[in-house]
């Protein structure tokens, strides 16, 4: 329906990385022809999906009159969809090999505002569906064969229906979105271009202007003073933007709830949670069960501060590695130890992962203009996924190159079970599909490990993907549901006290009051640092997604083959059902607290094996 719009061009899993290449490295890239030969040959299909928008608006008058008649207006419908979001995908990947290019600037532009437009000549649909009816609806499916691909997404419509406005009301809430996802470009225009950041100058003399880039690979420093002059100069210049970034967020949060009661949800987690069908229990759970495992994350930090031999932990402290390793993994031995790492997923997983690696589908190596991060792009239904990666060379690019293409296979299978309507995946279970892929690397480089050093190394690699996984993600999903609580409770959000409601949190889940280590002044900022603050309740999903796959892993390593079969009946199952019930299916409850069991003892396990090992 409509709102599947906005599900369009998903870059599933940014991630932030190194932008820097080595020079000389020649350039991996992607082969676009698979979707378009040539840019002309994009601009005459833009041409023609303009004309078929434009066609969906004449489907109104008898929608809906017949089985036969609703199956050949969906079926122009979600042609016309399918062939936008390859469109899209065009789009988004010539722009980000260099963002710098005026002419992908201007195709972006132009997705953008058809985008729009799609949207709004196509917001009477889900209105014209409610009108027919429940009982209609299931008498047209029985009755026409060509509306099972719909299924889904006809009875998702019927399960939302309290929630829809008339069409008038529905034009003028696709209108709003220019004015509710401004400040999100806001606070875009604000971190990325306003701010100017500070040169400082570190203990070899040398000096650094702290970016948010240069942030991210200094404050793993071995230096300890050269952290905190990071730290201090970093969230010093977010603290003078405190009032801006404050009045910017708190926007944010009051469009959300607008549209939350605009559309009949007593809160904006509700409303959130709704899009997906998930029980708020499975929010509510994971906040409680981190919450009552804290203790594991203390002794974590407790670890790092022995190893570290550091009596007085600071945040800046958490960023540097356990043990000091260089690491040189090329985009070819990437390939090689994929495809050796995921074999336990089995022979059919990893002939899709085969063909993947040999095809032209990566822009690989860093580049002045292009985008920073990782990205699986699943949008061309007809083709098959992208994946835009920065290969530095080393373990967090390997890391990072099993996540994405984990993506990848995951949309391989997808595409190949369902039809185009029941193949894009929920977040919920896209984030298992990549990070059972870094769990099983894990595992695969601490058992060939060559020193004791070496092993080390990738424990401590492991204890920090839990750490930033499973622990930070779920303290911004707190964070952001407390936000829109108070808010939805008529209390006022400033900077200030979203500053101070970020340093109950930081105290909380660091032990600060219980000496673990100290949370200083104004790391308290950080809140302003994370952009995930505008994707609405979304970064929850990373760690239900990290305890999800811990519990899969650690059933089938064990040699629970049915357990590794239903996983990949999660993966083939794509969009065909809800991401709770296809889960459920598989014997995983998120709404349990054994869902969360696993990754705990995985973590518990790690430490054991690192306290072994320095014990020897």
Not at 105 to 110: D, I, L, P, T, V
Not at 111 to 130: C, N, V, Y
Request: glycine share 4%; charged share 25%.
């Amino acid at each position: 329906m409509p709102r599947s719009l906005t599900i369009a061009l998903t870059l599933v899993c940014l991630i932030l990385t190194s932008t820097s290449q080595a020079e000389d490295q020649p350039q991996i890239r992607w082969d676009l022809s698979d979707l378009y030969a040539s840019d002309a040959a994009w601009e005459q299909a833009y041409i023609d999906i303009e004309k078929r928008v434009d066609e969906i608006a004449g489907l109104k008058q008898g929608f809906t009159a017949t089985p036969e008649r609703l199956a050949d207006n969906l079926d122009q419908f979600y042609a016309a969809v399918k062939d936008f979001w390859r469109l899209g995908v065009y789009s988004n990947l010539t722009r980000d090999e260099d963002q710098r290019v005026a002419a992908s600037q201007e195709r972006s532009a132009k997705m953008r505002a058809l985008g729009t437009k799609f949207s709004e000549i196509s917001s009477w649909i889900d209105p014209s569906l409610i009108a027919l009816g429940e009982e209609k609806l299931e008498a047209y499916m029985k009755a026409e064969t060509r509306l099972a691909p719909y299924d889904q997404n006809i009875r998702d419509t019927l399960r939302l229906a309290p929630h829809y406005l008339d069409e008038k009301g529905e034009e003028i809430l696709a209108s709003a979105s220019a004015i509710t996802n401004s400040p999100t470009e806001i606070y875009q225009m604000i971190a990325n271009a306003d701010i100017p950041w500070p040169e400082i100058e570190l203990t070899d003399g040398s000096k650094v202007t702290v970016t948010q880039a240069a942030y991210t690979a200094a404050r793993s420093n071995p230096n300890r003073d050269d952290r905190k002059k990071v730290f201090d100069a970093f969230f010093g210049k977010w603290k003078d933007f405190e009032d801006s970034l404050g009045a910017t967020l708190n926007t944010e949060v009051q469009a959300n709830i607008f549209q939350a009661k605009a559309r009949n949800y007593e809160s904006v987690l509700e409303w959130q949670l709704a899009q997906e069908n998930l029980p708020e229990d499975v929010y509510r759970e994971l906040v409680k069960q981190v919450n009552a495992n804290l203790p594991t994350l203390h002794r974590y930090f407790k670890l790092r501060g022995r190893i570290l031999e550091l009596d007085d932990l600071r945040y800046y402290d958490i960023y540097p590695p356990l043990v000091e390793m260089d690491t040189d993994f090329s985009f070819e031995a990437s390939n090689k130890i994929a495809l050796e790492v995921l074999q336990p997923l089995g022979e059919e997983y990893n002939k899709h992962l085969a063909t993947a690696l040999s095809s032209n589908w990566a822009h690989v190596y860093p580049q002045e203009g292009k985008r920073s991060g990782a990205y699986m792009n699943p949008g061309a239904y007809d083709v098959h996924p992208y994946v835009l990666l920065n290969h530095n060379d080393d373990y967090n690019s390997l890391s990072t190159h099993l996540h994405e293409w984990g993506h990848a296979v995951h949309t391989m299978l997808a595409k190949r079970e369902q039809p185009f309507t029941k193949a894009f995946y929920s977040t919920f279970t896209a984030e298992m599909a990549s990070t059972i892929n870094e769990i099983l690397l894990e595992e695969h480089l601490i058992a060939n490990a060559q020193s004791k050093e070496e092993r080390l190394f990738y424990l401590g690699q492991a204890l920090e993907s839990i750490r930033g996984t499973f622990f930070r993600q779920t303290m911004f999903a707190e964070f952001e549901l407390a936000i829109h609580e108070a808010a939805e409770a008529g209390k006022p959000l400033t900077g200030a006290i979203f500053s101070q409601m970020y340093d109950e949190l930081l105290k909380k889940y660091h032990g600060h009051e219980q000496g673990v280590m100290k949370i200083d002044e104004p790391y308290n900022m950080e809140w302003a640092y994370i952009p995930h603050f505008y994707y609405d309740m979304y970064v929850f999903q990373y760690a239900t997604s990290i305890s999800g796959a811990a519990w899969f892993a650690e059933k089938f390593l064990a040699g629970d083959d049915k357990v590794r079969d239903d996983f990949l009946q999660v993966l083939k199952a794509g969009g065909s059902d809800y991401a709770y019930n296809i889960l459920s299916k598989a014997g995983l409850d998120m709404a349990a607290p054994d869902a969360y069991q696993a990754i705990i003892r995985r973590m518990e396990n790690i430490m054991d094996r690192i306290e072994a090992l320095l014990d020897e």
